[in-house]
């Protein structure tokens, strides 16, 4: 079940859809705002087990039931569990977009009773009914999550298929998600050591997203954002485990493949809209990447 919904409040608006597929609850929010502020969320809703994904936007929460407050930069996520559910937001820029997932506490604990050690210690904790998150570092939104939570956003299957598709992307996040958490647990910040340099790494990322097509330079994106290239440059690194140009190649080769799943574009013209220099150069690229040609997608999905 699809649910479209908008929200009007004093200091702005939220539109937002969420999906029902069974008992696991799937949600995409944007909410705007008139002015800096802050707003209180409550759920007195018990036994569900929330990852959360922050994808744009800086904002600072206080989570009552942890007893902790987080100052975040768009590109974060993490998984928590609480028996109640309150906290309070502050919106530090004008725009912020969020994804969810809610699992019901029974069907986490069996989806994790056998998954890594980490999760196995956080269902431990959910068991014992103690609030808890799965790191206490905020694993980053890497091209691999995006790319679900986009395939999920703009899903084109209806009735069954599309639940089945639901459950299959919920899990796959799930499973994203822990690992990358896992590795922002052991990971050694060298290059982006503070919050400032984190969201100009941040908006090195969303510039790359908003001009997939046309992507600017390096010497461009330094002096977009304030930072010399070489701290851009290892700084991105750190922070995505890919390159600049890495993470560009895997964003063009990921839309190009969901455009010829969700329209009836060519390939030539999916190549031409995604900047690439020639159809062929798109086309070596494509089956580099996923092992076949643009056209066996098109006719094999």
């Not at 029974?106 to 609030?131: C, Q, V």
Request: hydrophobic share 35%.
């Amino acid at each position: 079940m699809e649910e479209r919904q908008t929200r009007e409040f004093p200091q702005g608006k939220m539109t937002g859809v969420t999906w029902q597929c069974d008992d696991i609850l799937l949600g995409h929010a944007v909410s705007s705002f008139t002015e800096l502020s802050s707003f209180h969320s409550k759920s007195a809703n018990t036994d569900i087990v929330r990852m959360h994904f922050g994808m744009k936007g800086d904002y600072m929460f206080t989570y009552k039931q942890l007893g902790k407050t987080f100052d975040l930069v768009g590109g974060h996520h993490n998984i928590m569990y609480s028996n109640e559910f309150e906290m309070t937001v502050f919106n530090k820029t004008l725009e912020i977009e969020t994804f969810g997932i809610q699992f019901p506490k029974e069907l986490f604990i069996r989806f994790t009773e056998n998954a890594s050690d980490a999760l196995k210690r956080f269902s431990a904790d959910i068991i014992e009914g103690k609030s808890t998150m799965l790191s206490d570092n905020w694993g980053t939104i890497d091209s691999s999550i995006q790319q679900v939570i986009q395939q999920i956003i703009h899903c084109k299957y209806a009735d069954s298929l599309k639940k089945l598709f639901l459950l299959s992307k919920s899990i796959e996040l799930l499973v994203l998600c822990a690992d990358t958490c896992e590795a922002s647990d052991n990971k050694k910040e060298v290059f982006i050591k503070n919050k400032t340099d984190k969201e100009k790494i941040i908006a090195v990322r969303d510039l790359i997203n908003d001009r997939v097509h046309c992507p600017p330079s390096l010497s461009e994106i330094a002096q977009h954002v304030g930072l010399n290239e070489y701290k851009l440059k290892r700084g991105f690194k750190e922070t995505f485990d890919n390159t600049v140009f890495g993470y560009l190649t895997e964003r063009r080769l990921q839309l190009a493949r969901q455009y010829l799943l969700d329209t009836q574009q060519t390939a030539a013209e999916v190549a031409i809209q995604l900047g690439y220099a020639t159809p062929q150069h798109f086309n070596n690229a494509f089956k580099k990447k996923f092992g076949v040609t643009p056209y066996s997608v098109r006719n094999n999905p």
